[in-house]
């Protein structure tokens, strides 16, 4: 089996989504797609993921795969280990889509259908071997967002769900098993809803698009995107709890209050009139404008997640956490040590996508609390109530860098003894220099907030890291003041 | 009448959260609830604003108002400009109030209904002065979410829709005005439709209360936060619009995918159902954590739109423009220009509630683009290809602060000549100093990004400032090197 190799069949939106993730994740990507125009539109996807995955993550993704595009299905599914079907919604041509590939790929691959009209069960239908089959429907922008919903019928075998479960979970998506296979699945039930409702209010003139989408991002679109309902609801029963809010909310449910038991008839009229509304609100942007503008705002958004530690941010966490893996001092320590490797993120960036002023500070504090870890003063170290506390900082900005961009600082101990450590970090994009920050530290007492002694190990170590470096020339611009040559 | 006065009738959540966003936008307030325990449920709800929404501002909010309980409906409604009841879902009290507080209040103020259950028109019923009435519906938490739908009938008095969308915006909500009364408004709507869907997957066995919050936090919730629905779905619709989108998606909604021609019976065995499952989901949390969870979550991604001036964060720049007024250079420049005065943000603090070391520098780059639009350098100024860029900074931590303390920095111009402008800031929270910041900064042309003479205009304000400046001391720790005292 050809590992971390997925084919891409359907090209589109979604699937060119699919293969932005596998790709950036550091999978071989290979698409099939007849659409001659399957190409220009993936590279389009990948633009736009290339600018906002990378710098999501806190850490270095793994080098960025391989793409290829093929002539035929047989040569793209060969050996690989996921298969991603995103051909249009018509039960008759996906059927035969897995018909042709399973000719010819692994029977321990996953087929994953990104489907979210059809269940499961419909898609095996006259399949070969209807066990490899499951839903794996994910929500656009699929290189950002966190959610795929992961729906095997009674026939899926479960090793292929469990296989899915662990793959998705690699490439930093949350696996939603399905319970049992309805139509619509769970997502986009609610957004069928939600969306029937709306061509309601617009229909009889209550609310125009704008006003409709104003309706939910300054008020409960906030709320969802953290909590979700009913941990939102549980918040609003108070001490009295989620039963006090169902009973006291409950009844309105029989309530006339929506027009739900019909559909509204998608007339021209109609279809015009959401239109217009939309170029209204909307049209002063391009479709690649907003396309940008949200995958800042996700960026931003999940990145204020990940620091509270809440929900899609916990799970952006974990992520960096597995593709980081374990953090050690090198064996050899004489050289500057790599504190920091990463991209520059965007929300890192000024409207011009250069790096902000006070985001240099935030690498070097992270590449500060980095060496600190390494010589013991790490979390752990810490909840024992002591810790090093950040005295003193001179920055110098010596070249600009933009989102996106690798960046790595390599870390030297001018001094490391007593109560003092006295770090100079330096920031590069590949060999260019782009600043340096150095920094003395001073342990403290977290009980006393009073300096005080490290713990004998943590001194060891950082004593042995600071003899080591010793014999490093002192570096360009440290010891100097601000105006100082 | 007495101005920014408003009296709130009924003080629960709901009635807590107006009386906080009134008070700390400066308002007096006057509760009147008959509950023994409304002081120490507003006090609660106070509580968390005052943590919460100062910092949200990057600016100083006005002095917190007066608070005060009352006796008699009479007494805490007399000469205020808002009244805003929030008195239980039933139509006979809130007629009943209304009837008393018309006997008492001025016929210009506005008499708000937080109703999400009643029309305005069904409010308005028997009162003595119909046309003061009019709905406006909050979302919980009120002194967050800027949301509030504005709902007149046909009776209510166009002055007085006018008078409350100015006070709303003054507050920082952004009243949504409903074209047409309608059961429920706007969002209720939705969020009736999303929660029958709910139920039916609990009764039905398909999801968990924490699976239905997973696919709408790691998913779509992510999306409306900052678009709505409509623009997402513009987005999808790509370059062939928006009637595409709704052509292709349309026919979805004659499917039989939802359940919503019934509703779910709400039996005790789904209510338990619903209560243990959200049990399972967030029992490990008091509601009081939850609370300070959400407000956490809401603060970062407010202010995360916030730097993106997008949506509900586009909103609140507007907000601190008016609260701020017109930024200008001090008659008298003898002494330090303050040139930050805000609260600390939930956001820029760590786990302890301590303000994190790259935030301090935020707050300095923050005082010098101050300074810089001070002395002419402003967004008029840069659009013309000139800029100060930072090439050297040192910060000296002196002292920690907390969130939610209201901090100003004071900054000296230590010389301004050439292509050169060396400022010293002091950071504060009342007479402590917490840290310095010395910056030299050089003028650049935007275009070549090298270093270049600023305009007469601006060296001739930058040389006016540094020569008065120069009769004052040189600051402590000014040109040090880090380790030097």
Redesign the interface.
Known sequence: MVERAAAIVGGG?IGGGWAARFLLMGWEVRVFDPDPEAERKINEVLANARRSLPGLSDVALPVEGRLSFHETMSSAVDGVSWIQESVPERLELKRKVYQTLQEHCRHDAVIGSSTS?FKPSELQGCAARPGQIVVTHP??PVYL???V?LVPSAQTDPAIVQSAKEILTSIGM?P?L???E???H??????????????W?IK????T????????????????????????Y??????A???HF??Q??????????K??D??E?TDEL?DK??D???T??GQYT?RE??R??D???V??????K??D???GK?LNAQDRRVEGAVRLPDDVSQPIVTVARAVPL?WTDYNGHM???????AF?DA?DRMMALVGCDAAYIATGGSY?????????LD?VHAGAQIRVETQVLSGAGKKM?LFHRMFEGERELATG???LIHVSLET?RASEPAAAVATTLARVAAAHAALPVPDGA??????R
């Open positions: 939106v009209g929500f656009n967002l966190p959610l919903e949350h939603l399905v319970r049992a309805i139509d619509a769970i997502a986009d039930r609610f957004l069928e809803a939600v969306w029937r409702e709306a061509l209010l009889d003139g209550i609310a698009t704008q006003e409709i989408d104003d309706a939910i991002r300054y008020g409960f679109g906030l709320r969802w995107a953290q909590m979700g309902l009913f941990e939102t549980r918040i609003a029963g108070g001490e709890g989620m039963r169902i009973e909310f409950g009844p309105c449910l029989e309530w006339p209050w929506t739900l038991m559909v509204p998608l279809i959401v239109a509304q939309s170029d609100q909307s479709i907003l396309e503008a949200r800042d705002n996700l931003t958004i999940l990145r204020g997640l620091a509270q809440w929900g899609a799970l929300d902000n002023e006070a985001r240099y500070l935030q504090g500060t506390f950040t005295a003193e900082t001179h920055i110098r900005h600009e006295h150095e920094h003395m907030r010891g100097k003041a601000v105006g100082v």
